[in-house]
């Protein structure tokens, strides 16, 4: 296998955990909430949803473990910024660091240990194909996850829900006046924000690295925040750049096989400054950012 | 607004007395001591034991209560610095990386020149700490001020980035040829140390600094004029900028001295306490000094104290991980607890409950 068929077979997974987390925060930010602690969120999905696999409950339960639990944490981040109009960048930082906290203190006894992972799924004939074949041997939370990525996009071109999302997100005041109960669709907005959170953590302990280990988010939910910008609060954008991190992640890994003498910090760094660097380009187009991005972001509403 | 509510509601304050505003942080502090030590029960600890090794215990002895002291130095240097920027509303929460920049800036001098001997050695270490940790943040102000990247997520993305330059350096070019291949430099020569204030403690000069920059602080945030067009800023960006304050130099000011502080606190670590670079230079004082920040209302006076309160709560932790078998990711979750308290006090600070009133005709 050369190294781009091998970057080819692994790069949907390795995005998945960005993936995930990064749709999760685009509909929160699209309503009007920044949540910064999703790299808080993920861990504790992540903690939770091992526990879970290495007690026997499946992938099922484990999912729906990381997901409630990161759910419950994104409540109190609701409570604290929508119902108490709490700072959301001092919010999103507390509830980062408590639920990092909470997934090492859940953890602490499973430092270490591996569970099984999930089988991959090949789609009949493309499969086969050379060179991308590898493209199409998933895992169903891949699968699922592409799923989630088109019902997304959909829902905010076609639907009214998505329709509404924006428009509480662009103006709260007119949202209101029309008569839409701004502060409970962003609470439900941030809520669906921790569930895919908690998703992309519980992915990233129980599929594609299936083990625990404290810290092992790693800034994946830092980036999936990044993303977010790089994709110009668009789904389609988002996913482009979920791969294109999935990619660089993996480059890494091609590199040392072949051969490249590189230092190991640096390929670990490489994610960080690639984000560093997109975000660069991105953003000094500030047409770009003026034209997509969320007007009311960060900013309290009351009603 | 006239409109009835049936459900409680918060109604703003016309003005926050005093009172109120000391007694939020205290509430604080009560409502999440009370809520994780419901946690530790949780988790079948002994919750008497615990409160009293991490509450208590810090403030029982000179030896410990030292130790919290030295806690306090770089917790303190480093919130400082940041409640500056945050005042400006510029979140650089990238301190963790500039800390560690200034710890390696620091300890390039007994590294390149183990044999070198002077006064001289020590305060320019310090110097050196402070200049690479403002250079680590002079990255976060030009992608802020030239780019427009978010200073939030560049600063982060550093910190894990310098996370692994310290690395590279341990288990590389700076490795101890002596060190049994632990990844850690050589020990520091004795000019390279810190002087110790207490003998018989770990507690050195760098206390001193930081309580002498908490003055200037104080200074340049409650009574200079940069400060207030920093603050200004913050609270009211258009009127800032038609009174002329410029936004970039706001920018660069507040992750110059959030770098600059993060850096002095780094250099005094491995001048201090540790007298090498290690990998575990930092116990996360970066991020824990988001927290006491936020605390201390942003202001100097009020930070000394939350700084006090986090540094007990580390040693306390501590002495409860020994002698109540708690794990030590409890202080972790306890801190985000605190912060998170904290928020949901100071919103009554800013906000009075309104119950919905029993009378049908008074006016909610």
Known sequence: ??????????????????????????????????????????????????????????????????????????????????????????????????????SALFGKTYESLTVKGLPKLALPGLADLPVVGGLFVQDIVVWLSLLATLLIWAGFAFSKLGLVLRAVGENPKAAHSIGYPVILIRVAAVLFGGVMAGFAGAYASTVYTPLW??????????????????????????????????????????????GVELPSQLLASLPYLVTILVLGIISSNRRLLKLNGVASLGEPYKP | MSARHSMPHLVRRERASLTVKLLAPLFALAGATLVNLLLYVAIGKQP??????????????????????????????????LAIGFRAKVFNIGAEGQFILGAIFASAIPVWYPEATGAWIWPAMLMAGAAGGALWATITAFWRVRLNANEILVSLMLSLVAAQVLNYLLLGPWKDPNGFNFPQSVMFQYDAM?????????????????????????????????????EVGGLA????????????????????IGGFAAGLAGAAEVAGPLGQLQRSISTGYGYSAIIVAYLGGL??????????????????GDNAMVSADLPIAAVRVFQGSLLIAYLIATAFVRYRLEWPSASTGSRA
């Not at chain 1, 990044?226 to 979920?242: E, K, M, N, Q």
């Not at chain 2, 090794?53 to 610095?81: C, D, T, Y």
């Not at chain 2, 202001?299 to 306390?316: D, E, F, K, N, R």
């Open chain 1, 213 to 258: 280990a404290d810290g092992m988010i790693a800034g994946r939910g830092w980036i999936a925040i990044a993303l977010v910008v790089f994709g110009t609060w668009l789904t389609g954008r988002i996913f482009l750049g979920a791969c294109l991190f999935g990619a660089v992640s993996l480059a890494g890994l091609a590199a040392q096989a072949g």
């Open chain 2, 237 to 256: 960006p258009r009127a800032a900028a038609y009174a002329g304050f410029s936004e970039a130099r706001a920018i660069w000011l507040s992750l110059l």
């Open chain 2, 299 to 316: 202001h100097p006076l009020g930070i000394v104290l939350s700084a006090l309160v986090m540094a007990a709560l580390s040693i306390g």
């Open chain 2, 48 to 81: 008497g034991a615990v409160f009293h090794a991490m509450l208590l215990e810090p403030f029982l002895s000179w030896a410990s209560f030292s130790e919290v002291l030295l806690k306090l130095g770089p917790l303190l240097l480093i919130a400082q610095g």
């Open chain 1, 1 to 102: 296998m050369n190294a781009v068929e091998f970057i080819l077979a692994g790069m949907l997974a390795a995005a998945t955990p960005f993936l995930l987390a990064a749709l999760g925060e685009l509909v929160a930010e699209r309503a009007g909430v920044l949540n910064l602690g999703v790299e808080g969120l993920m861990a504790l999905g992540a903690a939770l949803a091992f526990i879970v696999v290495y007690h026997g409950g499946g992938h099922l339960l484990a999912f729906v473990a990381g997901g409630l639990g990161a759910a419950l944490l994104a409540l109190i981040f609701a409570f604290v910024t929508l119902g108490l109009q709490a700072n959301q960048v001092a919010a999103g930082l507390a509830i980062g660091i408590f639920g990092q906290g909470l």
């Open chain 2, 194 to 230: 810190l002087p110790l204030l207490f003998e018989g403690t770990r507690v050195n000069v760098s206390l001193l600094i930081a309580f002498l920059l908490s003055g200037l602080a104080f200074v340049f945030m409650q009574r200079s004029f940069p400060g207030y067009r920093l």
